[in-house]
């Protein structure tokens, strides 16, 4: 079975600045996929960003960027020039390739960010 | 496409009465689930569907609890009879699997209160 661990209930950061989300994950496969989820407000699960673990090139995507370590089983979030917008739970999930596996997804707990004008 | 749609987005019952949410994916998604988020247990899966066909309900808390797919475009989340632990936001999401394109879409949740 696998594990998502997110050791930040809750981080701040200034309006501008970056910030750094810390995912890590236990699994013993080798082909899968995590993800990065954003839960604002208004309570929908929005998609921020995706890894392929057979990529060794970090996903990027606009002011999102993760840093993604295969051996270390890390895969942080970054967020740069952080905007109001961005305040919200954001959530760390894996996703098993295995066909057996469906598409399910096992999530961490969650980091609540406040971005702060 | 309208995204996955659920309804409804709020719901407010008495414990022991039956309580039914429903589901619409996305036109085209083989694989539909169902998630319930709380604040003690955070998001877990309940049951997900390939096909219309059940394929893993392990998450599925108690046979108070079940979930159908009639058909490719509907799918239901029943409790009954409620209880005030089943509080909490379940969500309804689907996907579809194709190479180097897999990606969950989540409808916007039922907040469930048990009284």
């Known amino acids: 079975a696998q594990t998502v661990t997110q050791s930040q209930p809750e981080m701040s950061v200034q309006e501008a600045e970056t910030v750094t989300l810390s995912c890590t994950y236990d699994?013993?496969?080798?082909?899968?996929?995590l993800f990065w989820y954003k839960q604002p407000p208004s309570r929908q699960m929005i998609l921020v960003i995706r890894?392929?673990?057979?990529?060794?090139q970090n996903a990027t995507e606009n002011r999102f960027s993760v840093n993604f370590q295969k051996a270390a089983k890390s895969f942080s979030l970054k967020i740069s020039d952080s905007q109001l917008g961005d305040t919200a739970m954001y959530f760390c999930?894996?996703?098993?390739?295995?066909?057996?596996?469906?598409?399910?997804?096992?999530f961490g707990t969650g980091t609540r960010l406040a971005v702060r004008p | 496409d309208a995204g996955v749609i659920q309804s409804p987005r709020h719901e407010v019952t008495e414990m022991g009465q039956e309580v039914t949410l429903r589901c619409k994916p996305i036109?085209?998604?083989?694989?539909l689930f169902w998630y319930r988020q709380t604040m003690m247990r955070g998001l877990e899966l309940l049951i997900y569907?390939?096909?219309?066909?059940?394929?893993?309900d392990s998450g599925m808390p108690e046979d108070r609890f079940s979930a159908k797919m009639p058909n490719a475009s509907f799918s239901t989340l029943k409790i009954q009879p409620s209880e005030p632990r089943d509080s909490a936001v379940y969500f309804c999401?689907?996907?579809?699997?194709?190479?180097?394109?897999?990606?969950?879409?989540f409808g916007q949740g039922t907040r469930l209160t048990v009284v």
């Open positions: 999401a689907s996907s579809f699997t194709a190479q180097g394109n897999t990606e969950a879409f």
């Open positions: 890894q392929e673990a057979y990529k060794q």
């Open positions: 036109s085209g998604h083989d694989y």
């Open positions: 999930a894996f996703m098993n390739l295995k066909k057996s596996s469906g598409d399910k997804l096992t």
């Open positions: 699994t013993s496969e080798n082909n899968y996929y």
């Open positions: 569907f390939n096909n219309n066909v059940p394929i893993d």
